[in-house]
């Protein structure tokens, strides 16, 4: 556990030697939050339910998708597939420190920095438009939220894992990583828009994936907009997921490390 | 004018090296087609189901904001496929190769800015512009040859600005190492534009003017073809697009006089 702690302090410290890298994220994140934000506002102008949802609903889904990109989509685990094409795993493979474990401390940290700063900004931009935002009535419901949150952050960890091993076997990290990683990911999980403003056939599709269950379910349940068989269904679904995906991640992982050439190592 | 037929050629041999390059794993190409088909049909699904039941944005109807749409994906598209060498730029500079590229008879930002045009983008360029044409014919969004022409100034005018970013960025690269996430500040930023930029409150219609001029890249061209453009727009984007080209050229050199060649 100790050694994991340093690697923590560690990877803290690199984010304040390259302040500038983290400051422009900061700000990337910024304005795809404010984009979303002035899109859904200026769709609601002086309606206040549209497609089922109310306008403190929305808004509260757009902060939500800000927050939940955060703890949920932020990640370093996608350095691990150009480690591997370049060699450098090496490094990590000759030290007494399990990789999966390095890997998701490294996330954590990530999450933890990110979040200090997107809960910042959330708080200014609410505070200076006096967004209405929607709170739960009932505990059960942070408590459900707080469950699917947990569960979620761990299915993209290895999610992300999966995609970042392939490249034991192919060069194409990037091209499978923006596919799935970026643009499967980002539209198929309720990151731009929620689902269920798409036609029901196609939500019916995408519900069968498991990106819906890493941000549009979790802010389902923020705004009790799903009934207690649906919560316990979406948990259940994504704890299968999970445990696939925790099983791929680790059994590709054993086989591409035999695999593993080092070249350029 | 002979300098510039060289230019031409020489890109296209550029061009044609880098799509050699692109599609050598045919795999990693259709992945990266796919996923651009996808965003887009996904969009426009999209918009489509919003527009339906909202019926106007900001004073424009469904078809409208589709229109603005399409042509942000046309010029964003057309802006990737020519300036994508800038995406290369950063190892050149660490690695201290930009040296054998100042040593050759080309202006200085040619390599960088059009060394790596994106074959990619321009496979789904094709169809894009096709479905464009007849989105915009059987719209009846056309106003008149007139504003036809305008459109097309107002694209060659997008595509200056955009040539202007994408050089002041190589010098910001130039001087701190650092292009990634300024290019994905300014396609962070672009991407507002995929909706009217009427949309958004005053303050951010002047920062999106008259910062990083999104709105001259995008919605002008757009407002043009659909007659609704003031001729002051006209004039005040043509003189953007120039202090732009000329304060990034200005920039650029101040950049080069700084280049330190540190790693070769």
């Known amino acids: ?265 | 004018m002979l300098m510039v037929v060289k230019l031409i050629k020489i890109w296209l041999m550029f061009t044609s090296r880098a799509a050699q390059s692109a599609l050598l794993t045919t795999w990693a190409g259709v992945l990266f087609i796919i996923g651009k088909i996808v965003r887009f049909l996904l969009f426009f699904v999209f918009l489509f189901v919003v527009l339906s039941t909202v019926k106007n944005l900001a004073g424009y109807n469904r078809e409208q904001v589709i229109f603005f749409f399409l042509v942000f994906t046309l010029i964003d598209a057309l802006v990737q496929f020519f300036f994508r060498g800038v995406y290369h730029f950063r190892p050149l500079i660490v690695s201290g190769d930009y040296d054998l590229d100042l040593m050759k008879p080309l202006p200085s930002f040619f390599r960088p800015i059009f060394g790596y045009s994106d074959i990619l983008d321009f496979v789904t360029l094709i169809p894009l512009w096709f479905y464009f044409l007849w989105f915009v014919f059987t719209n009846h969004l056309f106003a008149g040859i007139g504003d036809l022409i305008l459109f097309f100034l107002l694209l060659g005018n997008s595509i200056v600005l955009g040539f202007a970013f994408h050089l002041f960025v190589c010098g910001v690269c130039v001087l701190t190492t650092e292009i990634d996430h300024l290019i994905w500040i300014y396609r962070d930023l672009t991407s507002m534009a995929r909706f009217p930029t009427d949309i958004y409150y005053k303050f951010i219609q002047y920062i999106l003017t008259f910062t990083i001029p999104v709105v001259i890249l995008f919605t002008v061209p757009a407002k043009a073809l659909l007659g609704l453009l003031s001729w002051q727009w006209v004039v005040l984007a043509f003189l953007i697009s120039g202090l732009f080209l000329w304060g990034s050229f200005k920039f650029w050199h101040y950049a080069l006089s700084r280049y330190s060649s540190a790693s070769s």
Request: charged share 15%.
């Open chain 1, 1 to 265: 556990m100790k050694k994991y702690l340093q690697l923590a302090k560690i990877t803290f410290e690199e984010y304040l030697v390259y302040r500038l890298n983290f400051y422009l994220w900061r700000f990337r994140s910024f304005i795809v939050f404010l984009t979303l934000l002035f899109f859904w506002l200026a769709i609601y102008g002086d309606r206040t339910e549209f497609l089922g949802y109310q306008k403190a609903q929305m808004i509260t889904y757009v902060i939500g998708i800000a927050f939940l990109r955060t703890i949920v989509l932020g990640s370093r685990s996608a350095d691990l597939g150009p480690q591997i094409r370049s060699g450098e795993l090496t490094k990590l493979l000759l030290k007494p420190i399990k990789t999966i474990h390095f890997w998701f401390t490294r996330d954590v940290v990530d999450k933890g920095l990110n979040l200090f700063f997107t809960i910042i900004e959330i708080l200014a931009i609410v505070w200076l438009l006096k967004l209405s935002f929607y709170l739960p009535y009932h505990l059960t419901t942070y408590f459900s939220f707080a469950v699917l949150s947990l569960m979620a952050i761990f299915l993209y960890f290895f999610l992300s894992f999966t995609l970042s091993v392939v490249a034991f076997w192919t060069e194409e990290i990037w091209a499978t990583r923006w596919l799935f990683g970026v643009i499967f990911l980002e539209f198929l999980a309720g990151a731009f828009f929620p689902l269920d403003v798409l036609p029901s056939w196609l939500t019916k599709i995408i519900y069968l994936t498991p990106f819906p269950y890493l941000v549009f379910f979790p802010m389902k349940i923020w705004l009790e907009q799903l009934n207690s068989g649906e919560i316990i269904m979406a948990i259940f679904i994504c704890l299968i997921w999970l445990i696939f995906f925790w099983w791929l991640a680790v059994f590709l992982w054993r086989k591409g490390a035999k695999n593993y050439g080092a070249y350029g190592g």
